[in-house]
DNA sequence: CACGGAAACA
DNA sequence: TGTTTCCGTG
């Protein structure tokens, strides 16, 4: 049913619910096997593997305890029974270039996920503090745990179903194909397992919509219900009055549905930002959230592009946040995601229109960003700031879309509008890119904000086509850079930088690449972010009775009955 | 054990 | 495109 579309979310075991859609495995468009680190965070994500493989210090690191397991786990997965994890690593190594993973170096069968800055920079409400050393089982959270609320009442499903993940690159792709609307339904492309995972994520879903956001995911969520959370985290249903509005205001990309999304309504007064405390997803708290952004936009000088999409969301200032951590104690995924998340969340929630065109011109500035990030300094006071990367950008795209497919129908591909297709860029512009907009409607603005995009200075609004100011790309720039050296990775991504430089080079012909320092690293942009997403462990507290039936079910899903 | 090229496959 | 398979190198 999920592909249907019922299902939205999954508010069991998380509390967070996130649009199935966008945790599932999507792979390059048109074929829709699970790919590989989709797998890995949906074992990463159950307790029943945490000995095979489980989170280890970093955010996003990880370690395969027993690699013979995981290739076998894996070669199930992919009817290879001949998988072994020579085989196995080497599919993993070719994530390094996509920045989708990297090697933790000196550390035996330890790899690391790639989001940490996208997410952690985002969220500035959360506060990751240090995952380092957590515990498997309690991967290390973000300190500021905050409770996010997801507006009760809020009916799901509409985004539930279609949800993939598009790109297994990364967020970048990912965003694109979905701005372009090539969303695709994830019941078919799904294994069988996934079938069988989703039933048994209906079981938990049962939980109320309001499920605080406590704490990441519970390890057992199937992938794809990683995402599919309770409606309120993606407002995709239609809410009486506003909705309409919210329809309109979707973003761009959405725009074309004409679906509304956001369930809240979003209320003109704004209080003082929540701190990082407590976020819920009340339309307040969601309005503060997008003020936030809003301002931290302008602070910036951000284009306003960046926050179109969050309505009146004032979000908590990054460093005062106030760190609560209440639930996240018991997440057992990444720490990281959490901020993504709330990043996303808003977003869907609040998705707004944004008047101004994204389409191809996003892209240029994207690709502006990706030079910034290497270079900028960093700065950390994030302020305002951080919240709003590129690639948090792009993971609202692509939530917007991906809700405007599901909406539309279930069916997979929902066309959209085809802004630029360049599409594959290679690049990461696609990171950065948005995701093309359809000019027309989708401007309508619905909430305040949206004024804001008139930014002083840049904010060409509208054309599709139309052009960017390049001052805006360079403080783009710079935040993503900061947004990076959050990421604080000792490590960095050299290894990343290295191929994917090159295959930029090799890119740039068509376009103009010139920037290519930019490959975001860490790839935290693209894929990352939006993993994270799908990481966030539930909060401990909901896990339910269930717990058996769903294990159970996992196994077999791990194990993929298929073949 | 890790890396990455090359070729094959779907 | 995303591996899967094989393999030489360090």
């Known amino acids: 049913y999920e592909s249907a579309g019922t299902s939205a979310a999954h508010t069991h075991a998380v509390g967070f619910a996130f649009p199935e859609w966008a945790y599932k495995p999507e792979s390059s468009p048109g074929s829709r096997q699970i790919q590989l680190w989709h797998f890995i965070l949906e074992l990463l994500r159950k307790e029943e593997y945490h000995d095979v493989i489980a989170w280890q210090g970093d955010y996003g690191e990880f370690v395969i305890k027993d690699p013979d397991e995981v290739a076998r786990l894996w070669g199930a997965r992919k009817c290879k029974p001949q998988m072994n994890y020579d085989k196995l690593s080497r599919a993993l190594r070719y994530y390094y270039n996509k920045r989708i993973l990297h090697k933790t170096k000196g550390k035996r069968f330890t790899y690391k996920f790639n ?198 969301i004032v979000i908590p200032q990054p460093h005062r946040p106030t760190p609560e951590k209440p639930a996240a104690q018991h997440l057992h995924g990444p720490p990281l995601p959490l901020r993504h998340f709330c990043l996303c969340l808003v977003c869907g929630l609040g998705n707004v229109s944004y008047v101004e065109p994204i389409s191809d011109i996003e892209s240029e500035e994207e690709v502006e960003v990706t030079d910034i990030s290497e270079e900028d300094e960093p700065n950390h006071n994030d302020d305002k700031g951080d919240f709003f990367t590129p690639m948090a950008r792009h993971y609202h795209d692509q939530i917007t879309n991906e809700c405007q497919a599901n909406r539309n129908g279930s069916s997979p591909s929902a066309p959209l509008p085809p802004h630029n297709n360049h599409d594959e860029d290679p690049d990461d512009d696609e990171v950065f890119k948005t995701p093309a907009t359809p000019p027309v409607g989708s401007g309508s603005l619905a909430f305040p904000l949206i004024g804001l995009k008139t930014e002083p200075g840049q904010a060409a609004p509208l054309s599709p086509g139309g052009t960017r100011c390049i001052p805006l790309k360079l403080r783009f720039k710079r935040r993503w850079s900061e947004d990076q050296k959050m990421e604080a990775d000792g490590e960095r991504d050299e290894a990343e930088d290295k191929k994917v430089r090159a295959e930029g080079m090799e890119k740039l012909e068509g376009k103009e690449r010139g920037r290519r320092g930019e490959e975001v690293e860490n790839g935290a942009g693209r894929g990352g972010g939006v993993i994270l997403g799908l990481m966030l462990p539930p909060p401990p507290t909901q896990r339910r009775a269930s717990s058996e039936l769903q294990r159970a079910t996992a196994q077999l899903s791990l194990e993929n009955t298929g073949c």
């Open 115 to 312: 989001f940490n800055k996208l997410v952690l920079v985002n969220y500035p409400f959360i506060d990751m503090g240090s995952g380092r050393g957590v515990p498997q089982s309690a991967p290390p959270v973000p300190t500021g745990g905050t409770h996010f609320r997801f507006p009760p009442s809020t009916p799901s499903d509409v985004l539930s179903s279609s949800e993939e993940l598009r790109s297994p690159g990364m967020f970048s792709s990912v965003a694109r194909r979905m701005a372009r609307g090539s969303v695709s339904d994830c019941s078919d492309g799904t294994s069988t397992n996934s079938e069988l995972e989703e039933a048994v994520g209906a079981d938990e879903r049962g939980v109320g919509p309001e499920r605080a956001f406590r704490g990441l995911l519970p390890p057992r969520l199937p992938h794809d219900s990683l995402f599919r959370g309770p409606p309120r985290a993606f407002p995709v249903s239609p809410l009486p009055g506003p909705g309409g509005l919210l329809a309109q205001t979707l973003s761009p990309a959405l725009s074309m549905t004409p679906t509304p999304h956001l369930p809240y309504t979003p209320s003109p007064s704004l209080s003082s930002p929540m701190v990082g405390s407590h976020f819920s997803f009340n339309p307040e708290d969601m309005k503060h959230l997008l003020q936030a952004h809003t301002q931290s936009v302008y602070n910036y000088h951000l284009s306003p592009r960046a926050f179109l999409h969050y309505p009146n």
